[in-house]
């Protein structure tokens, strides 16, 4: 059994910030992609930003240059700061990993229960 859980979503104000978290635990023998992903009402599901196990990042546009991904692995955690968050970053976001499961010969994706930013003008 896998779990991703993730913490620090809320209400804020334009132009402030706020970091959430989300960690892996369970049966986990190791860890690869880890990402952000949020869908607004009536949109559909996005990518927000990735880092790979060699800790390379990529970012959606409407992100860069206000958002960091960042993931500790000691502590099977990644974490998302994001600054300068306007109206429309509202939304829910969703932690995704791709784990390899303890005796498993292959990752499977794995996602979280979401936290909801909301971001007023």
């Known amino acids: 059994q896998v779990q991703l859980v993730e913490s620090g979503g809320g209400l804020v104000q334009a132009g402030g910030s706020l970091r959430l978290s989300c960690a892996a635990s369970?049966?986990?023998?190791?860890?690869?992609?880890m990402g952000w992903y949020r869908q607004a009402p009536g949109k559909q599901r996005e990518l927000v930003a990735a880092?790979?196990?060699?800790?390379?990042?990529n970012y959606g546009d409407s992100v860069k240059g206000r958002f960091t991904i960042s993931r500790d692995n000691a502590k099977n955690t990644v974490y998302l700061q994001m600054n300068s968050l306007k109206p429309e970053d509202t939304a829910d976001y969703y932690c995704?990993?791709?784990?390899?499961?303890?005796?498993?010969?292959?990752?499977?994706?794995?996602w979280g229960q979401g936290t909801q930013v909301t971001v007023s003008s």
């Open positions: 995704h990993a791709k784990i390899v499961r303890t005796g498993a010969w292959w990752e499977y994706d794995y």
């Open positions: 369970g049966s986990i023998d190791s860890i690869n992609a």
């Open positions: 880092i790979s196990t060699g800790e390379i990042t």
